[in-house]
């Protein structure tokens, strides 16, 4: 069983990230679990349907490798690589192409909103039409079981699904058809202000900011005016949200309480978060920071990734070309 996921470099991750997905995806190759391996990646290329910076983009593709392993990817257990080192997804990436409306891809959630903020004479690009194409490349050429991903992309793995069926009923049972995974609690994870964490709200909390911004950012999350010596809802707040994820039930029932008693103020709640959340970031974030100093290690692990993922990229690639009627890849003929 093999389980694979991407992340684009399109800045460094925060907890929305954290919590939605990275959590959740190393979990899944935890030794016990039934999933074997991961093939987990950079995604440089559909960080390129929005970030046109070549500084930047070499740089969260460091911020996006060093998170994993910081956080405790194993790479004897999981492939970890940059998309862009495998270009059969390319290929494949057109094949797909090949099977699919361009009514699905219109229909696209991400495609719509896309339009809505870009209006205007050349509107969005081409990439960002065909994305879920190249995404179900990622997924279907390493054979993938499981994508754990956050609820936003659940439309674009189901795509994933519709064009390896597409593929199969036309050339005969080649891909497999993935599951798509998404953890039910962290659904939502809110943001500073309450809506959804998100880049593009601005309401993110860094994954590894250094101790003292973490908490000052803490202590900016939005709480409503209750005075001090009221009771207060924690299931209306935004800051007892986040604790949920940082916390056990025990710990969370004492803070409720709290809440509930008269006396505590906002301050008080904000502190007991930064706690939790620097408890459970001290260690990852030290070994995030060596990480971005010692690039040399981190691309050590990318090259090993992008080597175990290209061999079973092409494999993958031979099947489907002989399924669809191509001669056999000339680089398979020649070594
Ligand atoms: N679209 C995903 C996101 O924005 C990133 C991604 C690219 C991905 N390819 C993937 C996720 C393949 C899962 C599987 O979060």
Redesign the pocket.
């Known amino acids: 069983m093999r389980a ?5 470099p399109t800045g460094a991750p925060h907890i929305g990230n954290y919590l939605g ?1 990275i959590e959740p995806a190393l979990a899944l190759t935890q030794r016990g679990s039934k999933i074997t391996e991961g093939f987990y ?1 950079i ?1 440089d290329y ?1 960080a390129l349907t929005t970030l046109h910076d070549p500084a930047l983009m070499r740089q969260h593709s460091l911020d996006v490798a060093a998170t994993w392993l910081a956080l405790g990817l194993d790479p004897s257990r999981t492939c970890l690589f940059a ?1 862009s080192d495998v270009p059969e997804v390319c290929e494949l990436s057109w094949v797909l192409a090949c099977m699919t409306g361009t009514g699905a891809l219109e229909r696209a959630h991400a495609y719509k909103a896309a339009q809505d903020r870009k209006p205007g004479e050349w509107g969005v690009n081409a990439g960002v039409f065909t ?1 879920p194409v ?2 179900a490349a ?2 279907l050429i390493y054979d993938s079981n499981v ?1 754990p ?2 609820a ?2 659940r439309q ?2 189901e795509m994933a699904r519709d064009m390896a069926q597409a593929f199969n009923s036309r050339f005969g049972q080649t891909l497999v058809v993935p599951e798509v995974l998404i953890r039910e609690e962290v659904k939502l994870i809110t943001g500073l202000d309450g809506q959804k964490m998100s880049k593009s709200y601005n309401n993110t909390i860094p994954l590894f900011a250094p101790s003292k911004k973490l908490r000052k950012i803490v202590m900016s999350i939005v709480t409503d005016s209750t005075p001090m010596e009221d009771p207060k809802d924690p299931d209306t707040c935004n800051v007892f949200a986040l604790y949920r994820h940082f916390s056990t039930p025990e710990q969370q029932a004492a803070l409720a309480a709290r809440y509930r008693a008269p006396g505590m103020g906002y301050g008080e709640a904000k502190q007991t978060l930064y706690e939790a959340m620097e408890a459970r970031l001290a260690e990852p974030r030290e070994r995030y920071m060596y990480l971005l100093d010692h690039g040399a290690e981190v691309e050590e692990v990318l090259v090993e990734g992008a080597q175990r993922a290209r061999s079973l990229a092409r494999q993958t690639m031979e099947r489907v070309r002989n399924a669809a009627g191509f001669r056999p890849g000339v680089r398979t003929r020649t070594g």
């Not at 694979?4 to 684009?8: A, C, E, F, S, Y």
């Open positions: 694979l996921t991407g992340i684009k997905m990646f995604a559909h998309q994305y190249l995404m990622d997924i994508v991903v956050g936003d992309q674009h793995v």
